[in-house]
T-cell receptor, first 115, second 113 residues
Framework: DVKVTQSSRYLVKRTGEKVFLECVQDMDHENMFWYRQDPGLGLRLIYFSYDVKMKEKGDIPEGYSVSREKKERFSLILESASTNQTSMYLC??????????????FGSGTQLSVL | EDKVVQSPLSLVVHEGDTVTLNCSYEVTNFRSLLWYKQEKKAPTFLFMLTSSGIEKKSGRLSSILDKKELFSILNITATQTGDSAVYLCAVSDFIQGAQKLVFGQGTRLTINP
């Protein structure tokens, strides 16, 4: 089974702190994604990556950056955390095949609270 | 702007009932529609639909896509308390040279014993 592991389930940070959310997948997937999930808004794409050292902005990249130095690891960075970044963050990965790339495997999420 | 709308947003039924969840969409370059189940934290994949009128089935769950009317339904028959979850619909689109999944808000399904 594919495993996508997010380093923390719950995280509490102070406004202005730099925050790192780590995600590791063990199935050699080339595609990795970061979403945030807020009540009433569904999942919104922050950043995604189709290859090592490659990154693309999603729909809401402001205030975030990412790093993909190794294929299995995709990190989300909040440069200066703000209260409106309090949210559930979900990492996902997928493989591109003849059937497509859309079947995502998700991690268990990190509930981030910024005080 | 891409849009995926799920209805109802919330549904409470009794064990044994049959439920139908709806997903309508407006995207620029449709490729596929997917359903996920989110019980605690991690959404898990249920179905991927690309062709109109072909039902996908897995046990008590089934789903079908109508590409002409731009919607999909997810049916769950003989519901059990373990079906309680948030069900997410997502549609893939090709926007500005990149493929993206656009998610709906989700339907929170509660099955009472």
């Amino acid at each position: 089974d594919v495993k996508v592991t997010q380093s923390s389930r719950y995280l509490v940070k102070r406004t202005g702190e730099k925050v790192f959310l780590e995600c590791v997948q063990d199935m050699d997937h080339e595609n990795m994604f970061w979403y945030r999930q807020d009540p009433g808004l569904g999942l919104r794409l922050i950043y995604f990556s189709y290859d090592v050292k490659m990154k693309e902005k999603g729909d809401i990249p402001e205030g975030y950056s990412v790093s993909r130095e190794k294929k299995e690891r995709f990190s989300l960075i909040l440069e200066s955390a703000s209260t409106n970044q309090t949210s559930m963050y979900l990492c996902a990965s997928s493989v591109t095949s003849t059937g497509g790339w859309e079947k995502l495997f998700f991690g268990s999420g990190t509930q981030l609270s910024v005080l | 702007e891409d849009k995926v709308v799920q209805s109802p947003l919330s549904l409470v039924v009794h064990e044994g009932d049959t439920v139908t969840l709806n997903c309508s969409y407006e995207v620029t370059n449709f490729r596929s529609l997917l359903w996920y189940k989110q019980e605690k934290k991690a959404p898990t994949f249920l179905f991927m639909l690309t062709s109109s009128g072909i039902e996908k089935k897995s046990g008590r769950l089934s789903s079908i896509l109508d590409k002409k009317e731009l919607f999909s339904i997810l049916n769950i028959t003989a519901t059990q308390t373990g079906d309680s979850a948030v069900y997410l619909c997502a549609v893939s689109d090709f926007i500005q040279g990149a493929q993206k999944l656009v998610f709906g808000q989700g339907t929170r399904l509660t099955i009472n014993p």
